[in-house]
């Protein structure tokens, strides 16, 4: 389908700033390229993905505010640097996503990128063998879901608030994390944080569950500040 800004291969080093695109397939859409910034602009009412990273490298998506479409921002088959800065970083931060009809962000078969200090309304997916994936200091309010890692591999989450939401704050299935430290998920219509019997922290402490309907934690219990886990059998 028709995108509103599109870049492809090989283009690096490209920039994308302060559109207002409304409408179309993919609001903006990069294709196989490297080392671009899409950043501050406005995406309203795409048909089916506002911001849509394709095959990319080394990409910085930040800034951006995402009104009603079927998904967010959707990267697939996309790499970076497993830090949130330098050389070959991949980088989405400060994005701002409103109600999705799906996704606010989805990520499927991404290797060491970053997410820091997002704001959504719509729940936040990793999926699909992705790998070394940072998220940190991001917020979800008031989505059917909160986090949802299925079938990856999570290098650190840090900091980051689910709340009020129609399901689970934190959900893993079938998916581990290294470092699972400083998170809040309070007020869920379900669980607080979930993992499936395939699903395990290495780290799992200072995170706060409070309120939630079923269960604050499912699957894994918060026992000591050294950072011991027990998951249910």
Request: proline residues 1%; charged residues 10%.
């Amino acid at each position: 389908g028709n995108s509103g800004v599109y870049v492809s291969q090989p283009v690096t080093g490209f920039v994308i700033k302060n559109f207002n695109v409304e409408g179309f397939h993919n609001g903006i859409k990069a294709y196989g390229t490297q080392s671009g910034t899409i950043t501050g602009n406005t995406v309203s009412s795409p048909d089916t993905i506002a911001i849509n990273a394709y095959g990319a490298r080394a990409l910085k998506i930040t800034d951006n505010t995402i009104s009603n479409s079927h998904t967010g921002i959707l990267m697939y088959n996309v790499n970076g640097n497993k830090e949130c800065s330098g050389d070959g970083s991949f980088v989405v931060s400060g994005n701002n996503v409103g109600t999705m009809g799906s996704a606010g962000m989805r990520s499927l078969n991404a290797n060491g990128i970053c997410f820091s200090n997002n704001t959504l309304e719509s729940y936040f997916s990793i999926e699909f063998d992705s790998k070394d994936v940072i998220i940190k200091n991001n917020q979800i309010t008031g989505s059917g879901n909160g986090y949802d890692i299925g079938s990856s591999s999570i290098l650190s989450m840090t900091d980051n608030t689910s709340n009020n939401n129609l399901y689970n704050g934190f959900r893993f299935t079938d998916s581990n994390v290294i470092t699972m430290t400083g998170n809040t998920a309070n007020s869920n219509s379900m669980n607080g944080f979930t993992f499936n019997e395939n699903s395990y922290a290495s780290v799992f402490t200072g995170n706060t569950a409070t309120g939630n309907t079923l269960n604050n934690f499912d699957g894994i219990s918060e026992t000591s500040s050294a950072g011991i886990v027990t998951v249910d059998s």
